[in-house]
């Protein structure tokens, strides 16, 4: 045998384990917040497959995967870039780009990488394969509610100045874009999954403002002015992520801020088509797969429960306990399952969703966010 | 060196060109129609990795993928169900399931596969790891349009008999249920991207017909009766392919018969909302992933011709000519490129979906159905 034979051997050898799971398609990673690790978990199986440490602060952590889905980007509380190597479970690069920082997204082809800051604000890109800097885009500010749009564009908004950024990468250098008055200061948007309308979220008065990122020169739309939290004045126990708003059909499902409802609207006309009341205060509204259900998850203290809520009559027709602090859902992609984070109990739980039967339960560190594979071939997440 | 070291040496040996491959979430099969193959493509790199040969006749050939995208159920015109690896690039499993066949699906939980006959008749479902028959279910004629539904659900029609049939296959005995009088001579059907709207086409006479699958008990809904091939008694070159109508936003895009034009559709009334006259009858009508464009191909022998549909204005916003018979598109999952089989250039052409260019051409034997794995993450693809 051949000296570079053994030294694939060696290689192949110590990658054995790895090498059980060469198709990527179902697999996942779970967000373990309080040791600084991701939990990599195949959704087929049912089961936990590894432990990936060394990713730093990752309370509010979120990521990104490549088109092959084989690569994750995960965005650190603390500014770190971490790129995993999911069929290998190896950290295979880390660029620590800021002192705190608020998500990323990936651009279309999966080239560039795009992270959101507080401090410096701002937004970071970076080049999928090195992680080496390709343009640092300072604007004035923190920054929040990046999402990638169709076009190798990312879309941002500053806290500071109400102003929304569009980055056209597919242009050199990339063209940039201002949109002034999306109202005082945003906190948190989304874009819809056909890349078309972005929302925000504010913080500083009632109400959202809406972006058509279709219409040749943007301009910000005000949705549902005489709502929100100033309305009663009522404590918002955590604010709620609206990466979590779910588009059912023709209507959005927003969870309430400071309100224990979520809100319904139509995606055309922007306008409120219903309210539903539930147990708590919403954090993620989010709505499986085919659009039938929503399942709302709440803040402290009433953060145990799950409602499920159907979607062609608005009610709740379902609620249960999974356990203490419930802090994210995610379906399987074609939506006959759900995994649930329940951080206080350390486990993930694993639902049927349609007669609700538990499935199973995986021990995981403080697990938050749960992220599939398939994330990789949609817009916005 | 221990034994099954060795053993397993020789092993990864012989598969050394498969092992590179080991995120399969940007890969793809092109149907190679006249030579009983399949050829593995890679989307980021936009090149062609191998062939596999022996899947008997696949003329008018399709697949699906398993969930993990490792897994291709390829089936056959001669009723062949070939299982592929395409990690090992392999030939797994095959099955001659019946003497002539006409597409499938695999169910929401990826362990069932369900082929649809002409001859003899009905709908065969396999075990999706074993290729073993679990139920077979004669339907007194030939079966078209079969699809799966969310909740381990088939849907498929009856061409001579114009039933519907729902198989709920998350019950054991599978719970069946008919719904008569869906039209004369159904030819194929579609399910909607949520799996919430099924449609016929109907051969025999004009229109088409709609379940609601959402209802407790779906009933045929008459669907643009006055408009069909029987209106102007026109010569209809090749049959338009269901699985190609686009949803876009609040519209389904059809490809009318026997006219050289696209029908758009309220996906909620179901009422026509426009038509676009197109260069000649077209075949495959599909979406962007954003719903902005609709690319359309044509029959013979205007088939060396592609249009590019506006969704927003319903114009056409450009033409160009890949090559001669062009059969078949697929879009990249975020939509950002489009891949194009050009039989009878022996080539599959890939374009840039914003600027036009041609990026890349690959050959390819005969190509004709471009599918890509991230369809394992939808429903009715």
């Not at 801020?257 to 708590?280: F, N």
Request: net charge negative.
């Amino acid at each position: 045998m051949k000296p570079f034979a053994l030294a694939l051997v060696a290689a192949l050898w110590a990658g054995t384990a790895a090498a059980e799971t060469i198709a990527t398609g179902d697999l996942g990673l779970v967000i373990e917040r309080a040791t600084g690790s991701v939990l990599l978990v195949d959704q087929s199986d049912r089961a936990a497959l590894a432990r990936i440490e060394g990713l730093g602060d990752l309370s509010h952590a979120s990521l990104v995967y490549s088109p092959d889905e084989r690569f994750a980007y995960v965005f650190g509380r603390d500014g770190g870039l971490t790129k995993l190597d999911i069929t290998t479970r190896q950290i295979v690069g880390r660029v620590v780009q800021s002192g705190n920082a608020i998500g990323g997204a990936i651009s279309d082809d999966g080239r560039l990488v795009a992270v959101s800051n507080y401090e410096p604000g701002g937004v970071r890109v970076f080049d999928a394969d090195t992680l080496e800097m390709v343009a640092d885009l300072p604007t004035g500010g923190k920054t929040i509610g990046l999402v990638d749009a169709p076009g190798r564009r990312f879309v941002f908004t500053v806290w500071d100045t109400g102003e929304s950024w569009i980055a056209d990468f597919s242009q050199t250098p990339p063209q940039i874009t201002t949109i002034p008055g999306m109202g005082k200061n945003p906190y948190d948007a989304l874009i819809t999954g056909n890349g078309r309308t972005y929302i925000t979220g504010l913080f500083g008065e009632d109400g959202l403002t809406a972006l058509d990122l279709w219409s040749e020169a943007p301009e910000p739309i005000r949705v549902l002015p005489g709502y929100g939290r100033g309305e009663q004045e009522m404590p918002v126990y955590k604010m709620p992520h609206l990466e979590g708003w779910a588009l059912t059909g023709r209507e959005f499902v927003l969870p309430a801020v400071g309100h224990s409802q979520v809100l319904w609207i139509d995606a055309d006309t922007l306008t409120e088509t219903g309210r539903t009341q539930t147990y708590g205060q919403p954090v993620f509204a989010m709505a499986r797969p085919d659009g039938r259900q929503v399942w709302v998850n709440f803040a402290h203290p009433l953060n145990d429960t799950i409602q499920v809520i159907d979607t062609v009559t608005k009610e709740v027709i379902h609620e249960f306990k999974p356990g203490p602090a419930v802090l994210h859902m995610e379906f399987t992609p074609r939506g006959h399952e759900i995994w649930i984070s329940v951080r206080d109990a350390n486990r993930i739980m694993i639902y049927d969703t349609r007669t609700f039967e538990k499935l199973r339960e995986i021990e995981a560190e403080s697990p938050s966010g749960i992220f599939f594979t398939a994330r990789a071939h949609k817009t916005g997440l």
